[in-house]
């Protein structure tokens, strides 16, 4: 039966409204998903890019282990400790300042470490981390690791910073390490890229500087991928570096300890020289410093303790210290005048205790004078007329050519800092310095370690064992790099006559084992162990004429820094040469009086290999020698080094 059309009309109405009510929403649904699709695609592609740039693979450099250094026997003297520190990167941070705020409830910052670290997040590129505190208690580390999903771009770390066990006793010859500044980068055309790592460190003086190129190492680097907050998602791949090489140095730290505690607290150094080889055994200069406190960065108080010290315990005596070298400089003008040929071992000068020239007088420092004397008396009993004497015959240029030869004048190579090449004065050096010609006067100071020559206690030490040898002996620092042992090339012969050599050996022998030697008081009494040597004392202040009418003041008398500097140098046995020593004590008076004794005490040390036995002194000195060594047991409880501390 067909339906009315009444009904059809009415059913093609509601199919149509049903129709466009589906179509309209099917519309709606499509410019919804296209204007979303639109925003993601368009108005949001640069941000969803970063986001997918920031989620990728980062390359880290791996800083190497620094190298060891140890003394000649293999005890530490620079190693290693953890480091647990804090590191933050821009990139993975964002908002470097508020995360700063955040970790600081964690860990204590200051406004000063903020600051730093948002100075050294703007100057270095987003992907390097900066440190932002380190050496934390385990405590600390571990807040920030447990809360570090809050913290973007801030990741703990252990690391490794440099720790000098032993203090005070290696610290000028070892020096210490600091973070690379922009002076350290001046002059290197393509630094390493470890170097711009902030508060990398680098070694600043001492052998740490010197040889930095052997203690740094090679870095090496970690594949990281990062999320787009920063956050380490994982390690993909590791490249370990490549450790320093360790160092093995020539110096015995048993001597060195010996040696330090032996200076004291007085402004002084000491050089200990092994003359078969150039070995140095001890190179201390007092007092010293804690290399510990410049590494852990040094605060503005105790920096100041140090500068304003009138000791100056930063500096490096033993080979930044320029002295007048005193009588000590007599063997030199002896063994010039001897090749010269105005001097034999026959010559003798008549002394009255002044030298007249030129209308002024050049004073022995014997005021009645020593009568005659000849080359063996002079240097036993240090008569200045005999130099002045023989000086004027041979000249300052031939003078200071045999102090050149002897290792005098001259910057010998050894990894340490500011070493000075002191001043050996020849006619042409004076007319280029002063514009001046040279005077017969200048000739008369300089022939008793006076005027203008200058040395410092390592070329001293090497003048000594040269003249104990007759050998160019070198002196060496390094003794060997990752166990492999520096060569050392047999020394050559000086060119200086072994009968000459013996003349002035004999005359040293004098200064110390004679009863009229000036250093008899500080002779040694075992006949195994008896020292050569020669004491010098040298003025840091004019004597004026009305003094001398008066009476010359005493050192004591005088303040501090008027005394007269103290030196004395010496080698032994005397018979079979194996060390030298040399000692300077600034402003300790007289050179027999206070570097003689010392250098005894450290030439026994170094030849029975512990502390002096009291049986090897004069009988009349044992007691307060032995109270002496009592003292130093106190300071040093085992006897020969301090207890080492744990790295």
Not at 267 to 293: E, Q, R, W
Not at 300 to 326: C, E, F, I, T, W
Not at 624 to 638: A, F, G, K, V, Y
Request: proline fraction near 5%; charge should be neutral; hydrophobic fraction near 40%.
């Amino acid at each position: 039966m067909r339906r009315p059309v009444r009904d059809s009309e009415d059913s093609h109405r509601k199919l149509t409204r049903r129709a466009l009510v589906m179509g309209g929403a099917m519309a709606a649904t499509i410019a919804v998903l296209g204007g979303r699709m639109r925003y993601l695609g368009v108005d949001q592609a640069e941000d969803f890019a970063l986001l997918a740039e920031q989620n990728r693979v980062n390359i880290q450099l791996i800083p190497p282990d620094r190298g060891l250094i140890t003394d000649r026997n293999g005890k530490l003297i620079a190693g290693n400790e953890q480091n647990y520190r804090v590191v933050i990167t821009r990139e993975g941070a964002g908002d470097v300042e508020a995360v700063l705020n955040r970790l600081s409830h964690l860990i204590p910052l200051t406004r000063g470490d903020m600051e730093r670290v948002l100075r050294d997040v703007g100057r270095n590129p987003s992907f390097v981390p900066i440190p932002v505190k380190d050496r934390l208690s385990w405590e600390e580390f571990s807040r920030v690791t447990v809360n570090a999903p809050a913290l973007p771009g801030v990741s703990p770390d252990v690391g490794l910073s440099r720790v000098y066990p032993r203090d005070t006793d290696f610290a000028h010859v070892v020096g210490y390490v600091g973070p690379v500044s922009e002076k350290d980068l001046e002059g290197i055309e393509n630094p390493d890229p470890l170097l711009r790592i902030p508060k990398f460190q680098i070694g600043k003086i001492g052998v740490e500087k010197w040889r930095e190129d052997v203690l740094r190492g090679a870095a090496g680097n970690r594949k990281i991928e990062v999320n787009h907050v920063g956050r380490v998602m994982r390690e993909l791949e590791r490249t370990e570096g490549e450790a320093g090489a360790d160092l093995m140095l020539t110096i015995d730290a048993d001597v060195q300890n010996f040696v330090q505690v032996r200076l004291g607290e007085e402004s002084a150094s000491c050089v200990v020289m092994d003359v078969t080889n150039g070995d140095i055994i001890a190179a201390a200069s007092a007092p010293s410093f804690d290399p510990n406190l410049f590494v852990r960065g040094i605060s503005s108080a105790n920096y100041n303790v140090l500068m304003q010290n009138d000791h100056r315990p930063l500096a490096n005596k033993v080979v930044q210290g320029a002295y007048p070298p005193g009588s000590t400089f007599k063997m030199v003008t002896a063994l010039a005048a001897l090749a010269d040929g105005s001097l034999d071992v026959e010559t003798t000068v008549r002394c009255p205790g002044y030298l007249e020239f030129g209308g002024r007088r050049f004073h022995c420092w014997k005021h009645g004078g020593h009568g005659k004397v000849d080359l063996a008396r002079s240097l036993a009993e240090s008569c200045d007329v005999f130099y002045y004497e023989i000086a004027q015959k041979v000249g300052i240029d031939k003078i200071s050519e045999m102090g050149r030869r002897l290792g005098l004048g001259m910057r010998h190579d050894l990894p340490m800092s500011a070493i000075t090449e002191g001043i050996l004065p020849t006619k042409e050096w004076k007319q280029t310095k002063y514009k001046q010609d040279w005077r017969i006067g200048d000739t008369i100071n300089a022939s008793i370690g006076q005027g203008y020559v200058l040395a410092s206690p390592l070329q001293l030490a090497v003048m000594t064992a040269r003249t104990a040898t007759g050998r160019a002996v070198v002196p060496r620092l390094i003794r060997a790099i990752d166990g492999v042992e520096t060569k050392v090339a047999e020394a050559e012969s000086l060119g200086i006559p072994e009968s000459h050599l013996e003349a002035v050996r004999a005359g040293m022998n004098s200064v110390v084992n004679s009863q009229h030697g000036t250093s008899y008081g500080a002779r040694v009494a075992a006949a195994d162990k008896k020292m050569a040597g020669k004491s010098g004392t040298s003025q840091v202040r004019n004597i004026s004429a009305s003094e001398r009418e008066t009476g010359v003041v005493a050192n004591t008398d005088l303040p501090w820094k008027f005394r007269d500097h103290a030196l004395f140098v010496a080698y032994a046995p005397a018979d079979a040469p194996r060390y030298a020593v040399a000692v300077v004590v600034e402003h300790g008076g007289g050179g027999s009086s206070a570097a003689a004794p010392v250098a005894r005490d450290v030439l026994l040390r170094v030849l029975t290999g512990a502390l002096p036995d009291p049986a090897d002194y004069p009988e009349t000195q044992r007691k307060r020698i032995q109270s002496m060594l009592e003292e130093l047991r106190l300071r040093n409880p085992d006897g020969t080094m301090p207890a080492e501390k744990k790295v």
